[in-house]
């Protein structure tokens, strides 16, 4: 089993910054490629953005490439999403999740098998 847990949720005025940590735990961090979506309030859930589980390769949703950044940090069996520039639409539940490296890269949260219970994002005009 992989238990993810994430934090650095809050509340930020838009053109801001926040950085969520996403820290693993009970499979080796290199075994998985790890991934960041969200859900607003009464919205489906969306991809955000994902990494490989060497880091080499990473996807993002057209909706924040530019503004957010994902790096994982192996010696912390921790990923981040680095967040700039933050607007309005960007308020939502964030959570991380996981899953077997396999050879593509998934943007699909069906893909995913674990995840943690997220934290909340809210970005204020």
């Known amino acids: 089993q992989v238990q993810l847990a994430e934090s650095g949720g809050g509340l930020v005025q838009a053109g801001g910054s926040l950085r969520l940590s996403c820290r693993t735990s009970?499979?080796?961090?290199?075994?998985?490629?790890l991934a960041w979506f969200r859900q607003a309030p009464e919205k489906e859930r969306e991809f955000v953005a994902a990494?490989?589980?060497?880091?080499?390769?990473?996807r993002y949703a057209d909706s924040v490439r530019d503004r957010f950044t994902i790096v994982r940090d192996a010696s912390q069996n921790t990923m981040y999403l680095q967040m700039n520039s933050l607007k309005t639409k960007d308020t939502a539940t964030y959570s991380c999740?996981?899953?077997?490296?396999?050879?593509?890269?998934?943007?699909?949260?069906?893909?995913?098998?674990?995840w943690g219970q997220g934290t909340q994002v809210i970005v204020s005009s």
């Open positions: 009970g499979r080796a961090f290199n075994s998985l490629d």
């Open positions: 999740a996981a899953r077997s490296t396999a050879v593509a890269l998934s943007t699909t949260a069906t893909r995913y098998d674990y």
């Open positions: 990494v490989s589980w060497g880091g080499d390769t990473k």
